[in-house]
């Protein structure tokens, strides 16, 4: 009897709890019970899935890395360091194709070849330096006679040049950032009494600022304070490229331009 009483009471346990969900449900609740069971959770954060990313760094002296006493690319592997230090980050690739002495004229030669071509197709973002060569033609050409018309002339020259490389660069890859280097004044070593140079320097950067402003995609990475307002020396033997602490100090500035514009946006 004991036994029949027991079972009795537990079939009328499951027929209360079974009534009470079917009561629940017919009262509109079924939604509820259903999103509960399907909530939908924050999304995960870029860095759960760190990306690799490929650099194509392109242009003159300053990209090959003349006057790196390692002889590994001048600023790039300190840049690289930095971009490996995000956890969005995996592994960056460097594409190098700096070339010591090349001017605008060169670079845009160069932009026309498969390899740099295809490199340019597959990067994520597209690092430039060049310009320096360009300055330094006026001064060899015009050494005896160093005037503010001669930079003038070239400026409009190299500032055509400068666009027609973006545009190059545009129709193999329309979306990767592009990041420009400015100019800085090496000369004050050899030409201390020529207050103009800065000048001079700042009125080409200014220049390219414009045109870089131009591509919503496009940043300068502006140089020139760090080689006129430090006491370090930040030049090599040459007086004329920078020395690896020099290309440190650039890789700050181009690694902090990435870091504020170009590194969340690779994420989406």
Known sequence: ????LTLLYFCLVIVLVSCSQFESLEKGNFNKVKETGLQIKEALP???FPRDLNIVAAGDSLTQGVGDSTNTGGYLPYLVEQLEGEKAVNKVNIAN???RGNRADQLLERLASEKVKNS????D???LTIGGNDLMKVVKE????LELIHFKAEQAIFSDRLQKILTTIRQQNPEAPVVLIGLYNPFFQ???DVKEMNQIVDEWNGQSISIIQQDENAFFV???DIFINNEENLLYKDYFHPNDRGYQLIADRVYGILDREVIDSLQN
């Open 46 to 48: 870029p860095e759960f």
């Open 120 to 123: 340019i197709k597959d990067a």
């Open 125 to 127: 973002i597209i690092i």
């Open 222 to 224: 502006d140089i020139h």
């Open 142 to 145: 015009n050494f005896t006679n």
């Open 1 to 4: 009897m004991l036994k029949k």
């Open 97 to 99: 194709f700096g070339v």
């Open 190 to 192: 050899w030409f201390a």
